[in-house]
């Protein structure tokens, strides 16, 4: 029998709130953070080797500590408890593969994700009067949708290009499209409107939960980059949610976007690691220069990816975009070997906090689910893509209650 997703989200929760303090407690420098001297860990974490790093980096904590000698016992019980609470069903349905011609313009891991979201919202589709995908994109979900169920489907997406690129590719369908921000238009669903959203943006998510409660409608939900909200803190929707605290700030929610895995989707882990260890030395580098830079900061006006290059070609930006003299060779040199060093602790010193980033990511998703299943919706948590095909891979599927507009 799968858990209620308030009976899930007090699982999850009795796991996070104590451990709120390491979640709010980024590692921003190679000082141990209070949260992990007060229990005990810092000389663990900074003992391991570099071998053991790696690992843990690309498989998670939790799934090494139970081969890592002196591993603290309080550390242990945290990470297998978060992995435990974390765990999510897998969503049973089929996937459905439209057919290859209206797949054509569609990018592979957007064809898997689209053929395993077809196949879970079918049931819902098959009584909705009209599909809504809300953060449309270019439509793909949108047009296939409404021609795999034959159904209307309306495409709510705030970018004009992406509004044009997506009607289109669907000429001639019965999808339709508008150019609408939807969280500064009222957002208001019928009861036989089903509500889609494959990977819409942190407060997006919240809204379209809300509206789907207040229509009431069926909603099937992929949420993503839950730190993109309008205000410094996310606010619980849930009564359980809001009864256990569950506050969290932008940064903390950024955590949620974090995966452990061999191979990055976009580029390797190793990769990854050496353009932070890079954005690290550029932090240092303003800072000496007597800028008070936060961090995250020092990328402002240069596009992440070039962070890859090394700490050269991101100080020449850097400077150049604050019309401060270029850095001398001797000073890209010395923080380059600063920042190797107090990253290789700061490394160390973050996989706590990394290990409850999927804990956090889960226990927001069941935050939404629990508020419709209070609000009368049958909603589930589950897993419906590999995390090869997305690693931002839960969807809560939502059924409303049935109203007398929509009995038969
Ligand atoms: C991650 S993309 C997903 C696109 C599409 N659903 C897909 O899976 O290919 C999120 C989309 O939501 C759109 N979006 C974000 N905030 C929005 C808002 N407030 N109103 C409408 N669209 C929004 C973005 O422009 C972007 O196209």
Do not use: Y
Not at 20 to 37: K, M, N, S
Request: net charge neutral; proline share 6%.
């Amino acid at each position: 029998m799968p858990l209620l997703a308030a009976q899930a989200l007090e699982r999850a929760l009795s796991v996070l709130v104590p451990a709120l303090d390491i979640v709010e407690g980024r590692v921003d420098d190679d000082t141990p953070p209070a949260w992990c001297e007060a229990r005990g860990w810092t000389g663990f974490l900074l003992s391991l080797s570099d071998d053991d790093l790696a690992r843990c980096e690309s498989a998670g904590l939790s799934a090494c500590i139970g081969d890592l000698a002196g591993a603290p016992p309080s550390l242990t019980e945290l990470a297998l408890a978060a992995a435990e609470a974390a765990r999510l069903p897998r969503h049973a349905a089929l996937p459905l593969a439209p057919p290859a011609d209206q797949l054509q313009s569609v990018p592979a891991r957007k064809r898997l994700q689209l053929e395993s979201l077809l196949g879970a919202v079918a049931p819902m589709a098959a009584r909705a009067r009209r599909i809504v995908d809300v953060g449309a994109g270019r439509g793909h979900f949108t047009r296939i949708a409404a021609e795999s169920f034959d159904v209307d489907a309306l495409g709510i997406e705030r970018e004009p290009a992406r509004v044009s690129a997506a009607a289109a590719l669907a000429e001639g369908t019965r999808a339709l499209f508008v150019a609408s921000d939807a969280l500064r238009e009222d957002l208001a669903f019928a009861p036989d409107d089903l509500l889609v959203g494959l990977h819409a943006c942190g407060e997006l998510g919240d809204r379209m939960v809300l509206s789907a409660a207040n229509a009431p409608c069926d909603l099937v939900l992929v949420s993503c980059c839950l730190q993109k909200i309008g205000g410094p803190a996310r606010a619980p929707l849930s009564q359980v949610g809001a009864r256990a605290g569950l506050v969290l700030r932008r940064e903390a929610l950024g955590l949620t976007n974090l995966t452990a895995r061999p191979v990055g989707v976009e580029s390797s882990l190793e990769d990854m690691l050496s353009a932070r260890g890079h954005r690290h030395a550029l932090l240092r580098l303003l800072r000496a220069r007597g800028l008070d830079v936060s961090p995250g900061e020092e990328m402002r006006g240069i596009n992440r990816r070039r962070a890859r290059f090394g700490l050269g070609e991101l100080a020449a930006r850097a400077l150049s975009l604050r019309g401060m003299a270029p850095a001398t060779e001797a000073e890209i040199r010395e923080h380059e070997r600063a920042a190797h060093l107090a990253f290789s602790r700061m490394r160390r010193l973050s996989l706590p906090r990394s290990m409850l980033a999927r804990l956090t990511e889960v226990a927001v998703v069941l935050d939404r689910a629990a508020a419709l299943e209070e609000r009368g919706h049958e909603a589930q948590a589950a897993i419906v893509f590999d995390p090869d095909v997305s690693p931002r891979n839960i969807a809560i599927l939502a059924r409303a209650p049935v109203t007398r507009a929509m009995a038969p």
